[in-house]
């Protein structure tokens, strides 16, 4: 497993944008798949994106074209970009880290390491 703490999370109003941070502890970062998914009030936590070591990325349908995984493996460090946000997208924002790429996206229960999450609330 791995220490993931996510950072970058506040209040911005719809259409603003925020860029999220995930730093991880580990040697063999490069390695990992790491993903971002979302919890809103009263609702399951949902994927949102993730990027694998050869930095081939999947994204939700409700994100396509409006958030940017990115990666920079110097910095042991995992990024969202998100733009044109709408007042769904406000949820706790957890980074999670899956150390086996075995050819295909993990599934959520896959991932052995997360963050705490961070706080993001889009006003309307």
């Known amino acids: 497993q791995v220490q993931l703490v996510e950072s970058g999370g506040g209040l911005v109003q719809a259409g603003g944008s925020l860029r999220l941070s995930c730093a991880a502890s580990?040697?063999?970062?490069?390695?990992?798949?790491m993903g971002w998914f979302r919890q809103a009030p009263g609702k399951e936590r949902e994927f949102v994106a993730a990027i694998n070591g050869g930095r081939v990325t999947n994204y939700a349908d409700s994100v396509k074209g409006r958030f940017t995984i990115s990666r920079d493996n110097a910095k042991n460090s995992v990024y969202l970009q998100m733009n044109s946000l709408k007042p769904e997208d406000t949820a706790v924002y957890y980074c999670?880290?899956?150390?086996?790429?075995?050819?295909?996206?993990?599934?959520?229960?896959?991932?052995?390491?997360w963050g705490q999450g961070t706080q993001v609330t889009v006003s309307s």
């Open positions: 580990g040697r063999t970062f490069s390695t990992y798949v």
């Open positions: 999670a880290a899956d150390g086996k790429w075995l050819g295909w996206w993990p599934a959520q229960y896959e991932y052995d390491s």
